[in-house]
């Protein structure tokens, strides 16, 4: 899956030189959580909406507050996974995208990303999910791959959706099939079904 198409350069990035003022004006008209700031294309930071509440003078440059930047961003060429964890771990949905050289080139939008990993056969075709649960060293997934395909059904995709203690829960998208048949193979290989829908 491409990311490259969904750079995005509809807003321009916050000067170093732009003031408080400026940047309150610009986060009323938009929807992003922070702007990424640069100086001379050289990408310095984000700064959160959140953050400039509480700024007093709005006449003030945006760098005076740099102890508030915050430096995240994606590269160029990374997946959609990839852009997905630092989306959750930085609490955003707008990551700035440098270049090798650190330059800023535009950014990538949570809507976007989310949009690409809908398209994927995971989500987009129709078909059953299963949740099995088996203990963390007995499990496997070309086994879980056979079990399935023995069956008759195929196998649109699975993931490790919780791990607990010593238990790993793995959710499963498969097109429509005997669920009964697969299920009664998944319990002979020792997979506990936790949920099917």
């Not at 023995?150 to 649109?156: A, F, P």
Request: hydrophobic share 40%.
């Amino acid at each position: 899956m491409n990311t490259f198409k969904c750079i995005s350069n509809d807003v321009c990035p916050l000067s170093s030189e732009s003031t408080a003022k400026e940047t309150k004006q610009l986060f009323k008209y938009l929807t992003f959580t922070h702007l990424p700031v640069v100086n001379n294309h050289q990408y310095v930071g984000s700064i959160a909406e959140k953050d400039l509440l509480f700024l007093e003078n709005d006449e003030a440059i945006i760098q005076t507050y740099a102890h508030l930047f915050e430096s995240f961003f994606a590269e160029e060429n990374m997946s959609w996974l990839e852009l997905l964890k630092l989306f959750a771990t930085h609490d955003t949905n707008i990551l700035p995208i440098l270049s090798p050289e650190k330059l800023y080139i535009g950014y990538y939008e949570l809507n976007y990303v989310l949009h690409l990993f809908y398209d994927t056969p995971f989500l987009s075709e129709n078909g059953a999910i299963v949740i099995i649960e088996k203990d963390a060293k007995g499990y496997s997934f070309s086994e879980i791959s056979q079990i399935i395909e023995s069956n008759d059904c195929k196998l649109l995709g699975m993931f490790i959706s919780d791990v607990l203690d010593d238990k790993v829960q793995i959710t499963l998208k498969m097109s429509y099939c005997n669920i009964t048949a697969i299920n009664e193979t998944f319990s002979r290989y020792g997979y506990q079904l936790l949920t099917s829908f």
